[in-house]
């Protein structure tokens, strides 16, 4: 977000294409991104001081992973933040874990496995770690 990180911030208060035409959905070489989404509850009620607290606090926690991040976009009418990330291993629980120190009222949004009414579901994390594995 700042020119020391890599990252660009937007600040202007114009009306923006709707996420789904600007967030992108690969890299420079072709390969396929992933993304989270993070909601910060009451972020669009806050004092400006505040929101320029976790602004700051975002840009300090997505700074550390310029090689990964390729697009954040923080909709204060929403409180949402939207990351679009490279894909490694594990980043879409790592990166949120680090907004989430800086920010803890950050919750990231994710789906819930289905309650297979099984007390361990162990097997199918085992099954599906399998697909990462080169």
């Known amino acids: 977000m700042s020119k020391s990180s890599g990252l660009r911030l937007d600040t202007g208060l114009k009306p923006a294409a709707p996420l789904w035409q600007r967030v992108p959905t690969r890299d420079e070489n072709g390969i396929q991104l992933s993304d989270f989404m993070m909601l910060i509850p009451g972020l669009n009620k806050a004092d400006n001081h505040y929101i320029e607290g976790v602004i700051v606090e975002l840009e300090c926690a997505l700074g550390r992973y310029t090689d990964t991040v390729c697009f954040a976009d923080l909709n204060l009418k929403l409180n949402l933040l939207w990351v679009s990330v490279r894909p490694v291993l594990g980043i879409c629980l790592e990166l949120?874990?680090?907004?989430?120190?800086?920010?803890?009222?950050?919750?990231?949004?994710?789906?819930?496995?289905?309650?297979?009414?099984?007390?361990?579901?162990?097997?199918?994390?085992?099954?599906?770690s399998g697909f990462w594995r080169d």
């Open 96 to 128: 949120p874990t680090a907004i989430q120190l800086r920010i803890p009222e950050a919750l990231l949004i994710a789906q819930r496995l289905p309650d297979t009414g099984k007390p361990d579901q162990t097997g199918l994390w085992r099954r599906l």
